[in-house]
């Protein structure tokens, strides 16, 4: 039996070939709306099939958003099936954003569903919500060790809302957020070139000066284009820690289809402004 290299060395291979560029698959109705499409199941395959022929060639990484093929049902869920398999079969990696969280004997369905490499919809990482404690996620961190995938773990996201959990200080003075950052590095450290146990990091959220962002693993930046946030605000929120984000965008990128020269055009632009912007700083 083959194993497969860890995510994080496959990852950080991905980043400094295609550059760190994240693009994600959310099929919106709205923007299928946009590019022409029924808001069904022809459509949702159109939209995505466009995508990663636009996208999977180039991009380091195709983060599919498991909730808008969720919304057809079971044929949307075939959908993202095949989006993954064709995306990784184009040399992509593929990040599920099905942000999945239980007790731990749940959770260890859920690592089989994404994580499992026999698995239908198995990913090269998922993301996964802490917010039940972190060691509950220790079926999905066993499995992606045993399986060479990773993990994204929400320690501090990119919506406003997020604050009032993850801001949150705990009876050791350290916050919630910071909790789980700890925990990632724990669980990446002695790794090289990168750990496959990463964090997601809005990329919304200023200055972060004061958390460590040094966990030894990626960090999963979305927010940039609709949420507001832009490549030139990497800097300021990741410092030290910059060469190991993985920006996200998606509506910014997707808006610009379904003609599949403008979304690269439009990926291209997000590429450069991150390159620009790592390289400056
Ligand atoms: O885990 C994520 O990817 C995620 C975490 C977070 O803190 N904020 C966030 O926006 N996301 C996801 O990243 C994508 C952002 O999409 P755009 O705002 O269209 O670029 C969506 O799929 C969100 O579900």
Known sequence: MTVMEPFGARLRRAMDERGPLCVGIDPHASLLAEWGLNDDVAGLERFSRTVVEAMADRV???KPQSAFFERFGSRGVAVLETTVQEARAAGALVVMDAKR???GSTMA???????????PLFSDALTVSPYLGYGSL???VDLARESGA???VLALTSNPEGGEVQHAVRGDGRSVGATMLAHLA???AGEEPLGSFGAVVGATLGDLSSYDLGINGPLLAPGIGAQGATPADLPRVFGAALRNVVPNVSRGVL?????????RTAADRFAVEIRTAVTAS
């Open 60 to 62: 380091a990484v195709l």
């Open 101 to 103: 969280g239980d007790i």
């Open 109 to 119: 369905a859920y690592a089989e569903s994404f994580l499992h490499k026999d698995a």
């Open 138 to 140: 220790k079926p999905a």
């Open 150 to 152: 990773g993990l994204f």
């Open 186 to 188: 724990a669980e990446n």
């Open 255 to 263: 808006r610009h289809g379904p003609d599949v020269t403008a979304l």
